[in-house]
């Protein structure tokens, strides 16, 4: 009887070769746009002590209570596989004393992810996303700098069409009077929530605003909105974030709903929507968190960040029909037909990776119209194609894929050649 065949958990997915490309390619322009705005790349730990994510994100959210992957560990130690980026991001910048550094300090981040939720399509229990975070300014300016940036982003891996929600949730000065009013609103309209939410909404106010579920959304339609209890000081710097987005023509859609899930958030949050239909269409969002450095034991400091799923944003660019990036057009197939003509492609290979050109090919099969075929599939632009003939006379021929031209070239120099047509300098 054979093995039984071990897979992968639930929720958690292999990213295979033609889905790298594009995750590759995200990842690669979202490096770009962080640095060239003065962003330094920092990477923190998987694992964390879970008291971290408790005190950070909030014990009662979902992402803490319900899915986090918390255990402990061989000395007993209570650890957790981080949930988000922001906690242990702040954990770093209060452990390497960053508020020494000139402020804000910028930092952008990437990578896995955990919570244990019902895996759906666009929702996973390991998933990617990438994120910044200013750490050490309260001015609006940068909240709409972090905003555009993010716009920006999007932009470059052709994700036009994205919408961004816009509302403020005020800070501990104001947000205390629009619990009240939330809490006596949902007390009177009770019987018409839904039963989850009846449940929540005495510890849980703001939570609800942002329930999914059918029964509830009328009661939440004519609900308080925070934007009516903001104190002078929230309000005065909300009215500024939207100066400065208006001021770069910035479209917003405020939303009075918008809240979401994490505790630490103050003032200002948004969120950015991809065309694609459904509950799990958000790409991502953000928001400030002017009191979470100083709940982590740090001195207080304003800050704000925003982190936007990869996967998501994979089914965005596959539901838009764009392309993030073009196939790889700088490579060239080596085919070779016969003997000796083997053993120049198996070297010529080498050569022009040592030289830094793409290129591929199988040197040990096939005739010559199978390899072609290969290389066509492929989306090479170029082949080199060498037999006897060639390897007597010392060339190559070079065939154009696309138009099928062919030219015979000279064996030595046609390194130089390729990265002369690929414009490797
Ligand atoms: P959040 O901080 O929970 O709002 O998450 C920000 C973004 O990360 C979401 O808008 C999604 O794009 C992505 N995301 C969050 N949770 C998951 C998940 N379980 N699977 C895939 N993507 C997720």
């Known amino acids: 009887m054979g093995k039984q065949q071990i897979q992968s958990l639930r929720g958690m997915y292999d990213l295979l ?51 986090m992957y918390a255990f402990t560990d061989r000395s007993d130690n209570g650890v957790a596989l981080r949930p988000e980026f922001t906690a242990g991001i702040v954990r770093a910048f209060i452990e390497h004393g960053m508020n020494s550094q000139p402020q804000p300090v910028k930092l952008y981040s990437y990578g896995p992810l955990f919570r244990y939720d019902r895996p759906q399509a666009g929702r996973q229990r390991q998933f990617n996303q990438v994120n910044v975070e200013v750490i050490g300014e309260a001015a609006p300016s940068i909240d709409a700098q972090v905003i555009v940036l993010a716009l920006r982003f999007f932009r470059r891996i052709n994700l036009t069409n994205v ?62 909105q925070t934007l009516n209890y903001l104190c002078d000081a929230c309000q005065a710097h909300f009215s500024g974030v939207l100066e400065y987005l208006d001021d770069l023509g910035v479209a917003y859609e405020l939303n009075p709903l918008l809240v979401r899930g994490l505790d630490y958030y103050t003032r200002t949050v948004f969120e950015f929507y991809g065309e694609r239909e459904g509950s799990q269409s958000a790409l991502g969002g953000g928001g400030r968190y002017d009191a979470l450095v100083e709940r982590l034991g740090g001195q207080p400091t304003p800050a704000i960040g ?120």
């Open 163 to 224: 919408t961004l929600q816009l509302n403020s949730i005020g800070d501990a000065a104001c947000r205390g009077k629009y619990r009240t009013a939330l809490i006596e609103y949902f007390k009177v309209n009770a019987k018409k929530l839904a039963a989850v939410d009846r449940e929540r909404y005495e510890n849980n106010p703001l939570r609800v605003l942002d329930s999914k579920e059918a029964s509830s959304q009328s009661v939440l339609a004519d609900a308080p």
């Open 17 to 67: 070769p033609e889905q790298t490309v594009d995750y590759d390619y995200i990842l690669a322009a979202f490096r770009s746009v962080a640095r060239s705005a003065g962003y330094g790349r920092i990477e923190t730990p998987l694992l964390e002590d879970k008291a971290l994510f408790e005190r950070g994100v909030g014990a009662d959210t979902d992402a803490v209570s319900k899915e």
């Open 306 to 425: 925003f982190a936007l799923g990869l996967e998501r944003m994979l089914l965005e660019i596959d539901e838009a029909g764009a392309k993030a990036v073009q196939p790889d057009d700088k490579r060239v197939y080596v085919a070779s037909l016969g003997e000796p003509a083997r053993l120049a492609a198996f070297r010529l290979i080498e050569q022009l990776l040592d030289g830094s050109v793409g290129a591929l090919g199988a040197v040990d099969r096939d005739g010559i119209g199978s390899q072609l075929a290969r290389a066509d599939k492929l989306g090479v632009p170029l082949a080199i194609i060498i037999g006897q003939k060639e390897v007597r006379e010392e060339t190559v021929i070079l065939r154009d894929m696309a138009s099928g031209a062919q030219e015979i070239l000279p064996l030595n120099g046609i390194v130089a050649e390729l990265r002369s047509r690929f414009g490797i300098v």
